[in-house]
């Protein structure tokens, strides 16, 4: 039987639900990521690590599988995605990453900040509570620099992280055990 | 009223208003039994159901979530799609306990849903998720693979399979359960529902030792839907056990426990949801005392002691010649210390009972392996004639000796008789990994010695063995892996002391292999040491001292007509010369048969019922076959297909006891005493000119007994078991050190089931390479600290390619057909050949398992 090319999917890595700072609307936002990035080095929510919403990604991407949702972030349509990683070269922020279909749950942050600061800033942000590192039941899930990462070699995609994450960080792109976005 | 929850099962729209795990929904309230609870936690696997087109486990999903999306499970598969399945892993031998078989169905049925002809790579990661513990995935990727191709249209179904006329020895016989495992409506004991079956579950110890000062269960007595709470004052005899009964039932109030699984009071309620917060609310006030927590404590002057006899449980000293003066004159001598970890069964079904009042007594419906065994210890407990205990079978999700004592059966069975209800009691995971004996720890010290050529001289090696809280099986077990500790070689000095320690880590009895995985690692890796030191092969000096026909054991028996070592080292020779610098090889040899004297009995009877032969013989399957093995053997002896021949299943009400299913014996032991009745059967069937309408009526039965000599026994050449399998495995590491191939080479005698015994071997080898690479069980204190999914059990990702290889002899044993059993043996010698395989690749001798820098332990390390 012959082997076949094992497809990767992108994800995103922030749901994007920080309260934007004052005066800087998405309407204002010129320019591609880069050049944002390069104008608000704070970032343009609140949160330093999270999606800036300029949509280079978008613009990269040949099977117009991403979109910037209604939360000013990048999100992608796994079903067109083919696993090009032209939208992962493009991020300033380094926050799309490749991963294969079977690893669906994924933790939608990235932030470094201590958990009370999160907790202000965004409605999404993973807080470091470590509730996904105990209920893990192969000890696949960790939280490092103050987020939630997961170990592929040992996941198992059970989704338990995500359904105990009292944050709703830990996502599933499948849609079944978090609601996907566009069902929000 | 609150939120609703709606989402469509196999075609219906549900509606609930409980939120709850999805897993308890399909179960308790659709009694959708296919969906199997294996751990709830979500690390096994066997509770995987379709939702929208994905493979998700319904423990993990909650109804909430569920909403609006759409389920499948095994039940509300096409009939085409059931069909396929069916055949499949029938007939490529998928199935053998069948408890993860309706999980890996939807996970292959959601995988050939999106990729109609998916590639072996893409079946393993679709499987990642699921948990196989007896075949080692390999029949059942190829099941899935045929199921994708029956589906596309490129293979068909051959009914005539399952149909079974052709059902003799050495056929592909098609297995009995396939068809109930693989939809699911099989019953385990946790499927079993009866009018009025109430829940009991037991309160359990916090602390591994420690003095239970008060027991307070008021508050749960109050809550309503509590029927009654049980102590140790309620059990008749209050001490259990499978050979020694020193197992409390329940730790009184003033004892001291012996390990965390140790039971405290027994609750009983009308449901699992009131049983599991009446158990919240008892009050247990502990005197928290120093835990034993290894043999060097237990055997300390001022240890606490575990059980009033002192700490030291069991011990045997094995000898023959003189060791000490053949290896003072031997050429050669290497000692080593070895030592290896317990290790956790992980049967996907845990314990589980449904006990009820009964005639003058009580029936108990369980999942164990041998039901006079658990007739006998429920009948201790009670103080009652074993004739009032009656037990049975029900279909068991794996065993691999773990479920020889009683664990929920007896505690079943006294609540029962207090509430006079149905009772069902069922573990938790975590309950079970606590609760039954493991295999045990051992340290030991062996020393091995040999001559110019190569040739063995001398044994001398002592064993310690961690037995923990109780004895369950020690006694054998430690002596089984004393006598096998020798190796299936020839050379007559040894010097073999073996102890078992109590100590208040989790009991330790009984595991595939019987102790002897943990003797023959040590020897076989000391015999490597040697081959060094003569300058010949690894393979060289097994084969210059293996075992032939005719030639004299160790342990002073000759060994059999069907001997067959050497046919098994030549079988591997050319693999393991192939691959010089990264393979490795070992040995084994494996008892067939309890032996050493004592009254092992194998039992049977026929009877000629409505135009069918009914087979009676409660011989437990716990997933290995046996079942379907002692039906071949009635077709082989009378000719008749498997649609004339009915096993009756072990039942102590109606089938005469034919013994645990342990020591790799039914196929044998068992087997034998089917062959003889049938024999008998068969001897009228000819006569009534092949009519078996003719025979209505009539009763059959055999016992088979071949008298054995006991340990010691002072005869010049004594016979310790009936027979002895033997086996050849290597070991092939690719460039990453990851074990790429394995070659296991059996002389199991007369193969009974082609089909069945490679996947006794795959499933044996992999357990083996767990043992080797993976698998370790770590306590704090006497706290077992593993849940299921950090065991360390290999994944369908994991496994290299197995190649089960069996040699068949012309000379054959006069018993059931020549068959020897193949049960333990599979997973004994490939621990040490993966330490040889790495021996040979950077020189480092692993003396301890897990074994650490390998590719698997950096794999771990790297991930903090």
């Given at each position: 039987m012959t082997q076949r090319r094992r497809k990767r999917i992108a994800v995103v890595?922030?749901?994007?639900r920080c309260r934007t700072k004052?005066?800087?609307?998405?309407?204002?936002l010129h320019g591609n990521c880069g050049r944002i990035a390069e104008e608000y080095p704070e970032g343009t929510?609140?949160?330093?690590?999270?999606?800036?919403?300029?949509g280079s990604c978008a613009e990269v991407c040949r099977m117009g599988a991403v979109r910037i949702s209604q939360y000013g972030t990048a999100e992608i349509d796994q079903s067109r995605c083919?696993?090009?990683g032209l939208c992962v070269k493009v991020c300033p922020r380094h926050l799309i990453r490749l991963t294969f279909?079977?690893?669906?749950?994924?933790?939608?942050c990235v932030n470094e900040e201590p958990g009370a600061q999160t907790r202000k800033k965004c409605?999404?942000?993973?807080?470091?509570?470590g509730i996904c590192e105990k209920n893990c039941p192969v000890n696949a899930i960790k939280i490092e620099e103050n987020h939630a990462v997961i170990d592929e070699e040992k996941?198992?995609?059970?989704g338990m992280c995500a359904v105990k994450c009292p944050r709703g960080t830990i996502r599933d792109f499948n849609g079944i055990f978090t609601v996907r976005e566009e069902q929000v | 009223m609150g939120e609703k929850y709606c989402f469509t099962v196999n075609g219906v729209l549900r509606t609930t208003d409980v939120d709850k795990p999805l897993l308890r929904y399909l179960r308790?309230?659709?009694?959708?039994?296919?969906?199997?609870?294996?751990?709830?936690?979500?690390?096994?696997?066997?509770?995987t159901i379709i939702v929208d087109g994905k493979a998700v486990k319904s423990c993990v999903l909650t109804t909430k979530r569920a909403t609006g999306h759409t389920i499948i499970t095994?039940?509300?598969?096409?009939e085409k799609e059931k069909e396929a399945f069916v055949y499949a892993f029938g007939s490529k031998g998928s199935?053998?306990?069948?408890?993860c078989i309706p999980g890996m169905v939807m996970a292959g049925k959601a995988l050939i849903d999106r990729?109609?002809?998916?590639t072996e790579e893409e079946i393993k990661t679709a499987l990642k998720g699921n948990i196989c513990?007896?075949?080692?995935y390999k029949k059942i990727i190829e099941g899935i693979q045929l199921a994708a191709a029956i589906l596309r249209g490129d293979e068909y179904i051959e009914a005539d399979l399952e149909k079974g006329?052709?059902?003799?020895?050495g056929q592909k016989a098609f297995r009995l359960d396939v068809r109930e495992k693989v939809l699911g409506y099989g019953e385990y004991p946790d499927d079993v529902e009866m009018d009025g079956m109430v829940y009991a579950s037991a309160v359990r110890?916090?602390?591994?030792?420690?003095?239970?000062l008060d027991i307070d269960y008021s508050k749960a007595l109050e809550?309503?839907?509590?029927l009654t709470v049980l102590t140790a004052?309620?059990?008749?005899?209050n001490k259990v056990g499978?050979?020694?009964?020193?197992?409390?039932?329940m730790i009184s109030k003033g004892s001291i426990t012996r390990?965390?699984?140790?039971?405290?009071c027994l609750v009983v309620a009308e449901t699992r949801e009131i049983l599991e917060k009446a158990k919240k609310v008892v009050k247990i006030e502990y005197e928290e005392l120093r835990p034993v927590t290894s043999v060097w404590e237990a055997m300390e002057e001022d240890a606490p002691r575990v059980h009033s006899g002192g700490n030291l449980c069991q011990k045997r000293h094995v000898t023959r010649g003189d060791a000490k003066k053949a290896l003072a004159e031997s050429k050669y001598v290497v000692t080593q210390k070895y030592s290896t970890p317990f290790t956790e069964h992980a049967f996907l079904e845990p314990e589980c009972a449904v006990a009820y009042p009964y005639k003058d007594g009580v029936k108990v419906l369980s999942s164990d392996q041998g039901v006079y065994d658990t007739r006998h210890e429920i009948s201790i407990m009670l103080g009652?004639?074993?004739?009032?205990v009656i037990v049975e079978n029900k279909?068991?999700?794996?065993?691999?000796?773990?479920?020889?004592?009683v664990s929920a059966q007896h505690i079943a069975a006294l609540a029962a008789l207090k509430v006079n209800r149905p009772v069902k009691v069922v573990f938790s995971r975590q309950e079970s990994i606590n609760f039954h004996p493991k295999r045990h720890a051992m340290e030991g010290t062996f020393t091995l010695g040999c001559d110019e050529n190569g040739i063995f001289t001398g044994l001398d090696c002592e064993i310690y063995f961690?037995?923990?809280?109780?004895?369950?099986?020690?006694g054998p077990v430690l002596e089984r892996a004393c006598t096998h500790s020798v190796g299936p070689y020839c050379y007559q000095n040894t010097d073999i002391r073996g102890f078992g320690y109590y100590t208040n880590n989790p009991p330790a009895g009984a595991f595939r292999g019987f102790g002897v995985c943990q003797s023959e690692f040590a020897l076989e890796s000391n015999i490597n040491l040697l081959a060094e030191k003569v300058g010949i092969s690894p393979w060289e000096i097994r084969y210059r001292n293996a075992i032939e026909p005719g030639k004299v054991l160790p342990n002073g028996q000759i060994a059999d007509c069907s001997t067959a070592l050497k046919e098994t080292l030549l079988a591997v020779k050319d693999a393991y010369e192939s691959n010089p610098g990264r393979a490795g090889i070992a040995c084994a040899m494996k008892n067939a048969?309890?032996?050493?004297?004592?009254?092992?009995k194998g039992r049977a009877k026929l009877t000629v019922h409505g135009g069918k032969v009914e087979l009676y013989s409660a011989?437990?399957?716990?997933?290995?076959g046996c079942a379907t093995v002692f039906v071949q053997m009635v077709a082989e002896t009378t000719?008749?297909?498997?649609?004339?021949?009915?096993?009756?299943?072990?039942?102590s009400e109606v089938a005469p006891d034919s013994g645990t299913?342990?020591?790799?014996?039914q196929t044998l032991i068992t087997g034998e005493a089917v062959r003889m009745a049938s024999a008998d059967l068969n001897k009228d069937l000819q006569e009534a000119?092949?009519?078996?309408?003719?025979?209505?009526?009539k009763e059959y039965f055999a016992e088979f007994f071949d008298p054995t000599d006991k340990?010691?026994?002072?005869?010049?050449?004594?016979?310790?078991?009936v027979a002895y399998g033997f086996a050849t495995h290597v070991v092939i590491l690719d460039d990453d050190g990851r074990v790429k191939e394995v070659y296991a080479a059996h002389d199991?005698?007369?193969?009974?089931?082609p089909i069945s015994i490679q996947g006794q071997i795959e499933g044996g080898v992999l357990m083996g390479l767990g043992y080797a690479l993976t698998e370790d069980f770590p306590l704090k204190n006497g706290v077992p600290q593993a849940r299921y999914g950090t065991l360390g059990l290999m994944r369908s990702t994991q496994i290299p390619d197995i190649h089960a290889i069996y040699v068949e002899k012309e000379e054959l044993l006069p018993?059931?057909?020549g068959a020897k059993g193949i049960?333990?043996?599979?997973?004994?010698p490939t621990a040490p050949a993966v330490q040889g395989a790495y021996y040979a690749m950077d020189?480092?001798?692993?003396?301890?398992?897990?074994?650490?820098?390998t590719y698997y332990s950096k794999k771990q390390k790297a991930v903090k």
């Open positions: 890595q922030c749901a994007g004052h005066g800087v609307l998405r309407e204002e929510p609140e949160c330093r690590w999270g999606c800036l919403g300029g083919v696993g090009c279909p079977e690893y669906n749950i994924y933790p939608a409605d999404t942000g993973c807080i470091a509570c996941c198992i995609a059970c | 308790d309230d659709l009694h959708l039994h296919s969906v199997k609870d294996g751990c709830s936690e979500g690390a096994c696997g066997t509770c095994t039940e509300g598969l096409s199935v053998q306990c069948g408890f990729i109609p002809d998916p513990r007896c075949t080692g006329d052709q059902y003799g020895v110890s916090k602390y591994p030792r420690a003095r239970i809550m309503p839907g509590v004052d309620d059990v008749p005899n499978h050979l020694q009964q020193d197992w409390d039932v390990c965390v699984g140790d039971a405290i009652w004639d074993p004739e009032r279909l068991v999700g794996g065993g691999f000796g773990g479920k020889e004592d961690d037995t923990g809280a109780y004895a369950s099986l020690c048969g309890v032996g050493v004297g004592l009254p092992d011989a437990s399957d716990i997933g290995q000719g008749l297909g498997c649609e004339k021949i009915k096993n009756m299943g072990a039942n299913t342990s020591g790799s014996r000119g092949g009519d078996l309408e003719k025979l209505e009526g340990l010691g026994a002072d005869v010049p050449f004594p016979k310790s078991h199991s005698g007369k193969v009974v089931n018993f059931a057909y049960g333990e043996i599979a997973t004994i020189h480092i001798l692993r003396t301890k398992l897990p074994m650490e820098n």
